[in-house]
C-alpha cells in the first residue's frame, strides 16, 4: 500500500490523510470550525479503526488528496492534552 491515502467519514464531519500503517491527520468539523488531530496508533482497537480508514469500510469514503486539501486550508491545530 503507497502513502499518502485520504478518506473521510460518509457524514462529511471528519477527514482524514493516512500517512502510514500507524499514523494519520484528522481534520475534524465541530461548529463553524474545522480543527485538525496528528494521531501516532499504539492502541489494538484504533489499529483495527485505522485499518476500516485504509479500507474504506463504512462510514469511510476515499477521496483525493484535493479534497483534503479544500478543507485542510480552513482548519486551525487543535491543542490536545
Sequence with gaps: MEFPQ???LSNGKSYY???GPAHFIELQNIGSKWLSYDYSVTQFPDLLRLQAMIDAVAPFEIIDV???????????????N
Design 6 to 8: 485520504f478518506r473521510r
Design 17 to 19: 490523510k493516512i500517512t
Design 66 to 80: 484535493q479534497a483534503f486539501i479544500d478543507i485542510q486550508k480552513q482548519t486551525e491545530i487543535a491543542n490536545v
